[in-house]
């Protein structure tokens, strides 16, 4: 018991010590201008919780278009790359042909690659084909990944043989197959692989940095950048901004977890 109670009081004080920054922001975001930020003698919650820092952000920058600039980014991103590495995935998990591991294996070796090593080419291939300062300029380097294909692989081949089995008997397509017994089958790993490349695009900094020269579509970490830069380091504001850059993808997670818990796919198969 004792033993048992060290281990969650560490674990309490890790936790702590993660949600600290988290909390400091959001503190620092309704802080007036009175209220000190950085000495000991300053609060830890604000005094008079004002919305003023949050008004003043969004009525001066355009948030609203960096909001919905990362949006649709990381909507789109997250819908292509659900749509192309389930359909990579299920060939490499359910099919058998010739080279198949040894194409699953060198796709699961490129996640070795540092993303700065191939910047530089992806960046030429970007402005050769037209795509920069455009949405599907920032997406196109994340249309699929090679850890959504191993993720989903490994999801697809936990799924009973025997429904495949019955939907090739009731004569289904293989792509009939993909889509209605597979995928919903998965519907777990989706989740989660949504979540990944949710959080991976809303928050992506580096590469809308190099493609993106025009303020109308910079994402919300440009324009929290940029709203560093410009206010002098006025820490309440910029807390502000940053609280509306990371709110959505909270709200994502405490709205989705529920469909992370994995079910039961072979309560589908009769004995």
């Known amino acids: 018991m004792k033993k048992t109670s060290i281990?969650?009081?560490?674990?309490?004080?890790?936790?702590?010590?993660?949600?600290f920054p988290l909390v400091w922001l959001i503190s620092t975001a309704f802080k007036s201008p009175t209220e000190d930020i950085f000495t000991a003698s300053g609060a830890w919650l604000p005094q008079n919780p004002t919305w003023n820092n949050f008004v003043s952000v969004w009525q001066t920058?355009?948030?609203?278009?960096?909001?919905?600039?990362?949006?649709?980014?990381?909507?789109?991103?997250?819908s292509l790359n659900l749509l192309f590495c389930s359909l990579a995935a299920y060939p490499l998990a359910r099919l058998n042909f010739q080279g198949r591991d040894t194409i699953f294996a060198a796709i699961v070796a490129t996640i070795m690659i540092p993303f700065q090593i191939v910047m530089i080419p992806l960046?030429?291939?970007?402005?050769?084909?037209?795509?920069?300062?455009?949405?599907?300029?920032?997406?196109?380097?994340?249309?699929?990944?090679?850890f959504g294909i191993f993720l989903l692989r490994q999801?697809?081949?936990s799924v009973p043989k025997e429904l495949e089995e019955s939907a090739r008997i009731d004569g289904c397509s293989e792509l009939g197959i993909w889509w209605h017994i597979m995928i919903p089958a998965i519907r777990p790993a989706l989740v989660t692989l949504a979540i990944f490349v949710f959080i991976g695009a809303w928050s992506d900094f580096l590469w809308p940095l190099i493609?993106?020269?025009?303020?109308?579509?910079?994402?919300?970490?440009?324009?929290?950048?940029?709203?560093?830069s410009a206010l002098d380091l006025d820490w309440r504001l910029i807390a502000a901004g940053s609280v509306i850059s990371i709110a959505p993808v909270l709200l994502l997670f405490v709205f989705v977890q529920r469909y992370i818990i994995p079910t039961?796919?072979?309560s589908g198969v009769k004995g």
């Open 7 to 19: 281990i969650y009081l560490i674990l309490l004080l890790i936790a702590l010590g993660m949600l």
């Open 61 to 78: 920058y355009p948030f609203g278009q960096y909001l919905w600039n990362s949006t649709v980014v990381a909507v789109l991103t997250v």
């Open 123 to 146: 960046y030429i291939l970007t402005v050769q084909l037209g795509l920069r300062n455009t949405y599907f300029g920032i997406i196109f380097p994340s249309l699929a990944s090679a």
């Open 155 to 157: 999801a697809f081949q």
């Open 211 to 228: 493609v993106l020269d025009r303020p109308e579509y910079y994402t919300l970490p440009l324009g929290v950048a940029k709203l560093a």
């Open 264 to 266: 039961d796919v072979s």
